[in-house]
């Protein structure tokens, strides 16, 4: 077996991990009654760019919460590669996974109804920097709504 080959091997397992790594939804759909560790003053309405994704908080009425939660939902789940991992818009958490196209990485977002509004948390799995792809499909949902 020459190196080239070693290599190849090596490639193709990390992919199969990445791709068919177990899902626990109790891992990701998680309470975001607290702020990331990285966050240290949120900006309302804006999207905060965090090493491993992106957060905001939404100021909303109740009324609308449940209604852009539900509107969200509908984008979520148009969204290429993505499916809803746990929750639905009338529990007030749902998470999504969505996937990269050629590696299939899987990124996370929860979104939750709050006493202030809508908080959005968008994460990775794999890694420590998403290269803003988190921030980048957080902003394109939200301009959607």
Known sequence: MNLATLALMLLAGFMAYVRLAPTNPADWHSD??????????????AVTTLPNGAYTDLHLSPDQAQTTLAKLDVLALATPRTRRLA???????????????IWGFPDYTTAQITADGL???????????????????????????
């Open 119 to 145: 908080t959005i948390f968008a994460r990775q799995r794999f890694g420590s920097q998403d290269m803003g792809v988190n921030t980048a499909r957080l902003r394109d949902w939200l301009a959607k709504l």
């Open 87 to 101: 929750g639905s818009a009338a529990s007030g958490r749902i998470t999504w996974q969505t996937r990269s196209l």
């Open 32 to 45: 975001l009654g607290q702020r990331p560790t990285a966050l240290v003053k949120p900006s309302p309405d």
